[in-house]
């Protein structure tokens, strides 16, 4: 038997969708290690991915892949969300709120 899954990876300009069909039992790490995968990871972020999840649930590569599964390479953020939002609010005059009371 056989298995289907996606793998996610995000670039800076794009997100790319690999379908892969795995043999059963197979794990994140095989997912990982198929040629297409390892291509476009090279291309990306180097080859190493810094986390990994599936279906946003975060996994390490002995995790194991069911048919359907999206295994999700997560890398790093170039800025920090929380940051930038306090960092606007420190640069905006002090006055109504948004709701005009």
């Known amino acids: 038997?056989?298995?289907?899954?996606?793998?996610?990876?995000?670039?800076?300009?794009?997100?790319?969708?690999?379908?892969?069909?795995?043999?059963?039992?197979?794990?994140?790490?095989?997912a990982l290690a198929a040629p297409a995968v390892?291509?476009?990871?090279?291309?990306?972020?180097g080859g190493t991915p810094l986390a990994l999840?599936?279906?946003?649930?975060?996994?390490?590569?002995?995790?194991?892949?069911r048919d359907g599964d999206r295994v999700e390479v997560y890398r790093a953020l170039v800025a920090d969300a929380k940051a930038l939002r306090r960092a606007r609010a420190r640069l905006k005059p002090p006055g109504r709120s948004r709701s005009g009371r």
């Open 1 to 30: 038997m056989s298995l289907r899954v996606t793998v996610a990876i995000a670039s800076p300009d794009a997100q790319h969708l690999i379908e892969l069909e795995l043999a059963d039992g197979s794990r994140v790490a095989d």
């Open 53 to 65: 999840g599936i279906w946003s649930k975060r996994c390490t590569g002995e995790s194991l892949l």
């Open 38 to 45: 390892r291509e476009r990871l090279a291309q990306c972020d």
